[in-house]
């Protein structure tokens, strides 16, 4: 996988820094990051064959499928998950292989922990929860990080 590589480790922290940090500010990620990014694990996979090191197909193709659950979530959700997060999680999937399942779970996990604060204390202030809008990349940052260098 890219992400035993210390290139891989580098270009993969940079597309999450830089997706959370867009995500957080303009509550989209322009799809240039992505294609580069796609770009990147292409190049590092034509590079892993020319070199003869080991792909392990199987888990670049669970990584594509927990990426594909969250374009259904995304399209069955009427983008309540966005089509930029989907995006995401294709790319990390390319990148983490299987354990980008543990991304899309722990992501989810933290993010509905921080929704239950925020609607907790909006509760109590008797503000309303409707309008509230959670860019979910910045939610995934800490847990790419833990992914990366934990599992």
């Known amino acids: 996988m890219l992400i035993e590589y210390v290139y891989g ?3 993969f922290v940079l597309f999450v820094i830089v997706c959370a940090i867009s995500d957080f500010r303009k509550k989209t990620v322009n799809v240039r990051i992505f294609g580069a990014m796609f770009v990147f694990t292409i190049a590092g996979y034509i590079w892993m064959i020319a070199t003869g090191k080991e792909l392990l ?5 669970l990584g594509l499928l927990s990426a594909a659950a969250m374009w259904i979530t995304a399209i069955l959700s009427r983008q309540q998950l966005g089509y930029g997060d989907a995006m995401f999680f294709t790319a990390t999937g390319l990148v983490l292989g299987c354990r980008n399942i543990l991304l899309i779970a722990g992501a989810m996990l933290l993010g509905a922990v921080i929704s239950l604060v925020i609607c907790v204390v909006r509760h109590f202030k008797n503000k309303s ?3 509230c809008n959670i860019p979910l990349l910045p939610i995934a940052l800490p847990v790419a990080f833990g992914v990366m260098f934990i599992v």
């Open 129 to 131: 929860i409707r309008d």
């Open 57 to 61: 197909w199987i888990r670049i193709g």
């Open 9 to 11: 480790k580098i270009i």
